[in-house]
């Protein structure tokens, strides 16, 4: 069965720099596009960032543009967000999700606080 | 940016009552709309995708409609397992996805 596992949250000082982690099983990681969606501390849900099956194009929401950058190692099957220069309003709980209309593949989630 | 605006912000319901949810979007995003579930603490799930298509286990109860700009998730019979925040998300604009910001269904 498809399992997505998020790792690498904590907490880190405005400025800081944190990189996750989804380590992802069950399927054929590198036919498939990855998502990155954030849900701040009792707020709705917000998409961040995406990168295509082999890693050739990404997408980033104006929000973290310039300062998170996407990435994926196909050959160990894992995708990765490394985030720069934290705000305080990046802290949220990050999920990895697979990009599959008809499907609902979502990991728990791993918890990031930005704050001093 | 496709804005969805989720109505309303809060629903009141008793167990066994019909629920309606809307979702309309800033501009067409012709059937690719999604609703997901979430409970606290939980991941999202996928209830309906592709405006009226019920996700792989998800109840009959469970029933999406609209096209273009304008949405509806019913409920037709509210099971106490129900009462929880329902987010709409298109992806017509893939792969900049948006989501509404929830319709938060609770027990009256």
Redesign the interface.
């Known amino acids: 069965q498809v399992q997505l596992v998020e790792s690498g949250g904590g907490v880190v000082q405005p400025g800081g720099s944190l990189r996750l982690s989804c380590a992802a099983s069950g399927f054929t990681f590198s036919s498939y596009g990855m998502h990155w969606v954030r849900q701040a501390p009792g707020k709705g849900l917000e998409w961040v960032a995406f990168i295509r099956y082999d890693g050739s194009n990404k997408y980033y929401a104006d929000s973290v543009k310039g300062r998170f950058t996407i990435s994926r190692d196909n050959s160990k099957n894992t995708l990765y967000l490394q985030m720069n220069s934290l705000r305080a309003e990046d802290t949220a709980v990050y999920y990895c999700a697979k990009d599959d209309p008809g499907g609902d593949y979502w990991g728990q989630g791993t918890l990031v606080t930005v704050s001093s | 940016e496709i804005v969805l605006t989720q109505s309303p912000a809060t629903l009141s319901l008793s167990p066994g009552e019909r629920a309606t949810l809307s979702c309309r979007a800033s501009q067409s995003v012709s059937s690719?709309l999604?609703w997901?579930q979430?409970k606290p603490g939980q991941?999202?799930?996928?209830l309906i995708?592709?405006a009226s298509?019920r996700?792989?286990g998800i109840p009959a109860r469970f029933s999406g409609s609209g096209s273009g700009t304008d949405f509806t998730l019913t409920i037709s019979s509210l099971e106490p397992e129900d009462f929880a925040v329902y987010?709409c998300?298109q992806?017509s604009n893939w792969?900049?996805?948006?989501?509404?910001?929830?319709t938060r269904l609770e027990i009256k």
């Open positions: 690719y999604a997901y979430q991941a999202p799930r996928l995708y592709d298509n996700a792989t987010y998300q992806r792969p900049l996805i948006t989501f509404g910001q929830g």
